[in-house]
């Protein structure tokens, strides 16, 4: 057999033994992103859509940091926050269009109404979760035009 030939199996052998061993880490990899995007609808379902302080906490870590400069932070921030929703806005909701994972992140494209019959606003959460938890949030929200400058729509 010819130098470059031997090479070139040596090679493509040793790719198959990596591909091997990197494959369990790659599935484990993405069950455990697919686990925290359930844990994430299912928080945020129970948080903003219920208002269920109760339910919603189990999905925390040990701490929780909150990076919307209009929140109060922390675990007892978010639960006085839910008090405010069942206070002033009983009937919002919040619509999930898009929901990604990438690590230990999970990403929401959500459409949320406060009060029936308005547009609404658009927003994107971001949340870190540490072992399964959600221990960080940020938030970008953008309010829905009577008229928009294109055909797109927001979501």
């Known amino acids: 057999m010819h130098k470059g030939a ?12 990596l591909s091997l061993a990197i494959s369990p880490a790659l599935a484990a990899d993405a069950a ?4 925290n995007k359930k844990a994430v609808l299912e928080f945020y379902d129970a948080a903003l859509n219920r ?4 339910a919603a906490a189990k999905f925390f870590g040990p701490h929780y940091i909150q990076h919307n400069p209009t929140a109060p932070d922390g675990i007892e921030g978010f639960k006085a926050f839910l008090g405010f929703l069942r206070e002033r806005f009983p009937d919002s909701r919040s619509e999930i269009k898009r929901a990604f994972a990438d690590g230990d992140y999970v990403i929401l494209h959500v459409h949320s109404v406060r009060e029936k019959g308005t547009r609404g606003r658009a927003i994107v959460d971001i949340f870190r979760l540490e072992n399964g938890k959600i221990v960080e949030h940020w938030d970008v929200v ?14």
Not at 142 to 155: H, L, S, V
């Open 6 to 17: 031997v090479m070139r199996s040596l090679f493509i052998g040793l790719i198959g033994l």
């Open 32 to 35: 455990a992103q697919e686990a």
């Open 51 to 54: 208002k269920d302080f109760d």
């Open 142 to 155: 953008q309010e829905i035009p009577e008229k928009a400058a294109n055909t797109n729509g927001m979501f």
